[in-house]
């Protein structure tokens, strides 16, 4: 069966610093990967979205990176955060063609000071 | 723009109640529609609804899509206290990358 790990779970930086989080999934090949931001107001942002390795389409101009090193990794990055960026940030999966529901990892909690 | 709003926001019930939750939807080259429950971390997922009419059903949890008026609803009947969370209802909005745009969310509370 499919997993999909994210870590750190949670994770407290100043404002100014970098930030890489990093996603998994095991049990599948070739998955479009997603990444999502969840504010305060309970919606969820997407981020970015990968169908490949080395494949990023951005979702919304901001401070943040994405990159997909090998198939079933996803990192979202950051070279100096904001205080803006604070937030729970998922990734995601899906099967690249036959289904469109997508399977959440547990999250990332996010706060810059 | 694609677009999803849900409604209400937010409700409060007691256990036993049975709640509609709504989602309206506008997005580009619709495919499908999703619900999802968030408690306390990632969300799970609950239905995919691609065709107008037809009920889908778990447990006390029911879903129906109309895609002529571009909504569908979540209906929970006799509810407990551990459906309490934010439900999600996200569209597809078509395209080879499956993306889902959501919306805000409902947050439900059933009081005992």
């Known amino acids: 069966s499919q997993t999909i790990h994210q870590w750190p779970a949670t994770l407290v930086q100043p404002v100014g610093s970098p930030l890489s989080l990093e996603c998994t999934v095991e049990?599948?090949?070739?998955?479009?990967l997603y990444w999502y931001r969840q504010a305060a107001g309970r919606g969820l942002q997407l981020l970015f979205y990968?169908?490949?390795?080395?494949?990023i389409s951005s979702e919304v101009p901001q401070n943040l990176s994405a990159s997909r090193p090998q198939d079933r990794q996803f990192i979202l990055s950051s070279k100096k955060l904001l205080l803006s960026d604070s937030g729970f940030y998922l990734c995601?999966?899906?099967?690249?063609?036959?289904?469109?529901?997508?399977?959440f990892g547990p999250g990332t909690r996010l706060t810059v000071l | 723009e694609d677009k999803v709003v849900q409604s209400p926001l937010s409700l409060v019930v007691h256990e036993g109640d049975t709640v509609t939750l709504n989602c309206s939807y506008e997005?580009?080259?619709?495919?499908?529609l999703l619900w999802y429950k968030q408690e306390k971390k990632a969300p799970t997922f609950l239905f995919m609804l691609?065709?107008?009419?037809i009920e889908k059903k778990s447990g006390r949890l029911s879903s129906i899509l109309d895609k002529k008026e571009l909504f569908s609803i979540l209906n929970i009947t006799a509810t407990q206290t551990g459906d309490s969370a934010v439900y999600l209802c996200?569209?597809?909005?078509?395209?080879?990358?499956?993306?889902?745009?959501f919306g805000k969310g409902t947050l439900l509370t059933v009081n005992p």
């Open positions: 691609t065709s107008s009419g």
């Open positions: 990968s169908v490949g390795i080395g494949q």
């Open positions: 049990g599948t090949s070739n998955p479009n």
């Open positions: 996200a569209a597809n909005s078509g395209g080879s990358n499956y993306k889902l745009t």
């Open positions: 995601a999966w899906s099967l690249s063609a036959l289904s469109n529901e997508q399977f």
């Open positions: 997005v580009t080259n619709f495919r499908s």
